[in-house]
């Protein structure tokens, strides 16, 4: 069983501060896809990413993949309250038996107040 | 517009009564996708279909049974419901297995 931890599960910050989420896992991914979700809706994908060393960049978002495509990260610069969400991790495969299977981190709360 | 379209939304029901979720795509995507989610265990895939006919289990497939004759319907069905598969369903879809999903807005099932 493939998983993804995700680190830290909440995170509390002022307006204007930087922030990073971490993904990390013992497995490689054919790719790392990064999600955010409001309450009571779906997950909306930010950004896939599907090369080692890769650096997505999305606005004030940052997204990397580590080069040996185990682990990723999401680096916000001057966080704004509607930042404020759960941003999700999730680690796909492209081959072999578990072509099509997602494997989801826990998530990580994120609160940016004013 | 396109997206991921489930119903219901909100759903409560006894134990042991069949029901069936449905989901529907108009991306004319090949790869769609069930999971459940539930605090402190995050999203775990049920089933995944890579086409037509073709359907694989995913992390929690227990319970739950799907079928994919059509390429844009792909419902989640429940045979005999049980209190521990209250949760938050979602079903996705994608162009390619292991890339970005589109997700549908949810369905909250009760099962009391």
């Known amino acids: 069983t493939q998983l993804l931890e995700q680190s830290p599960q909440f995170l509390s910050i002022q307006e204007g501060e930087n922030l990073t989420v971490y993904c990390n896992s013992s497995s490689v991914f054919s790719s790392l896809q990064w999600y955010r979700q409001e309450p009571g809706e779906g997950p909306v994908l930010l950004v896939t990413v599907v090369t080692g060393g890769e650096v997505k960049k999305l606005k004030r978002l940052t997204f990397q993949f580590g080069d040996a495509r185990k682990d990723s990260s999401l680096h916000i610069t001057a966080a704004q309250p509607g930042d404020t969400g759960l941003y999700l991790c999730?680690?796909?495969?492209?081959?072999?038996?578990?072509?099509?299977?997602?494997?989801f981190g826990q998530g990580t709360i994120l609160t940016v107040h004013p | 517009e396109a997206q991921v379209t489930q119903n219901p939304r909100y759903l409560i029901t006894v134990t042991g009564k069949k029901l069936t979720v449905t989901c529907s795509q108009n991306?004319?995507?090949?790869?769609m996708s069930w999971y459940r989610q539930d605090p402190g265990l995050g999203l775990r895939q049920i089933y995944y279909s890579m086409n037509v006919e073709v359907t694989d289990k995913g992390d929690v497939p227990e319970g739950y049974k799907v079928s994919r004759k059509e390429k844009r319907n792909f419902p989640l069905i429940l045979e005999s419901p049980s209190p521990n598969q209250t949760s938050l369903y979602f079903c996705?879809?994608?162009?390619?297995?292991?890339?970005?999903?589109?997700f549908g807005s949810g369905t909250r099932l009760t099962v009391v």
């Open positions: 999730a680690g796909g495969n492209a081959g072999g038996t578990s072509y099509g299977k997602l494997t």
């Open positions: 996705a879809s994608s162009f390619a297995g292991g890339y970005g999903y589109t």
């Open positions: 991306m004319n995507h090949e790869y």
